[in-house]
T-cell receptor, first 117, second 119 residues
Framework: AQSVTQLGSHVSVSEGALVLLRCNYS??????LFWYVQYPNQGLQLLLK??????LVKGINDFEAEFKKSETSFHLTKPSAHMSDAAEYFC???????????????FGKGTHLIIQP | DAGVTQSPTHLIKTRGQQVTLRCSPK?????VSWYQQALGQGPQFIFQ???????QRGNFPDRFSGHQFPNYSSELNVNALLLGDSALYLC??????????????????FGPGTRLTVL
């Protein structure tokens, strides 16, 4: 079974500073990895996904993540934080599909990103 | 193009009752998954429907059941509600795309969720 560990339930950065949210995964087969963002009282929005192409994945709103197999990590970064980035961020993993379907996502517990003015 | 829609937005039930939640997938998507998100937690996978059949199930009791219709929309039913069933229920739809290496890939779009409160 897959699992995801997000290090740090809360991360606080200053506006304009680098954002780094950590995610480590466990999977016995090559994984697919995702980062989602959730604003209060809303559903999940996909930021980016890794599906075995380039290990450096670029997403929306200048977010990017790097897949490091040796470290089983998929950390999310953004060069310069904006106030609008304040939200809950979830890392998720799934494994290869079984003919025509998509396996369920396993999520981490989430990291609450706080942006200080 | 409408995204994933869910109804109702909010729902209040009492213990022991039954509830049905509904999801309409994004246009063209054929796979629907349901997730339960308790307050302050990450979403937990309940089950997934593809071609009107339950294809995969997470660690949830049989009180949780579902259905997928020919138009790919889906329902989640929960019987004998418990206080612990209070959560945000999220629906996600997806369409598998096979790449040049034969490996499948998809983008899962989530709906806004249904907030269920059990009193």
């Amino acid at each position: 079974a897959q699992s995801v560990t997000q290090l740090g339930s809360h991360v606080s950065v200053s506006e304009g500073a680098l954002v780094l949210l950590r995610c480590n995964y466990s999977s016995s087969v090559p994984p697919y990895l995702f980062w989602y963002v959730q604003y209060p009282n809303q559903g999940l929005q996909l930021l980016l996904k890794y599906t075995s192409a380039a290990t450096l994945v670029k997403g929306i709103n200048d977010f990017e993540a790097e897949f490091k197999k040796s470290e089983t990590s998929f950390h999310l970064t953004k060069p310069s934080a904006h106030m609008s980035d304040a939200a809950e961020y979830f890392c998720a993993v799934s494994i290869a599909f079984s003919g025509g379907g998509a396996d369920g996502l396993t999520f981490g517990k989430g990291t609450h990103l706080i942006i200080q003015p | 193009d409408a995204g994933v829609t869910q109804s109702p937005t909010h729902l209040i039930k009492t213990r022991g009752q039954q509830v049905t939640l509904r999801c309409s997938p994004k246009s063209g998507h054929d796979t629907v998954s349901w997730y339960q998100q308790a307050l302050g937690q990450g979403p937990q996978f309940i089950f997934q429907y593809y071609e009107e059949e339950e294809r995969q199930r997470g660690n949830f009791p049989d009180r949780f059941s579902g259905h997928q219709f020919p138009n790919y929309s889906s329902e989640l039913n929960v019987n004998a509600l418990l206080l612990g069933d209070s959560a945000l229920y999220l629906c996600a739809s997806s369409l598998v795309v096979i790449d040049g290496s034969g490996r499948g890939s998809d983008t899962r779009y989530f709906g806004p969720g249904t907030r269920l409160t059990v009193l």
